[in-house]
């Protein structure tokens, strides 16, 4: 079984930063591709950034130039920098792994959930 903790959200003004981080535990072999999504209540559950294993990243448009996205593949673990924060930037952010190929023979899923970290941006 895979799992996904997320830390680092909290309250900040805005023009802040915060520094999420999440790390993925148990009997993974690799992770193509590791990431973050942020949802508000009443809405989906949108994308944000993401990485490949081999460093390739994306970004939703209304992040790119505030957020960094990067990853240790050897801990495997996921961050996102977060500078100059907005309120419309608050949200329960989740990290998100896909194509996770396990250590196992057993079979399971290829895309795994964080529980989500709460940001509020607000003065």
């Known amino acids: 079984q895979v799992h996904l903790v997320e830390s680092g959200g909290g309250l900040v003004q805005p023009g802040g930063s915060l520094r999420l981080s999440c790390a993925a535990s148990g009997s993974i072999s690799s992770i193509n591709y590791m990431g973050w999504y942020r949802q508000v209540p009443g809405k989906e559950r949108d994308f944000v950034a993401s990485m490949g294993r081999e460093g390739s990243t994306n970004y939703k448009m209304s992040v790119k130039g505030r957020f960094t996205i990067s990853r240790d593949n050897a801990k495997n673990m996921v961050y996102l920098q977060m500078n100059s924060l907005k309120p419309e930037d608050t949200a329960v952010y989740y990290c998100?792994?896909?194509?996770?190929?396990?250590?196992?023979?057993?079979?399971?899923?290829?895309?795994?959930w964080g529980q989500g970290t709460q940001v509020t941006v607000s003065s």
């Open positions: 998100h792994c896909f194509g996770v190929v396990l250590s196992s023979a057993s079979s399971g899923p290829h895309e795994y």
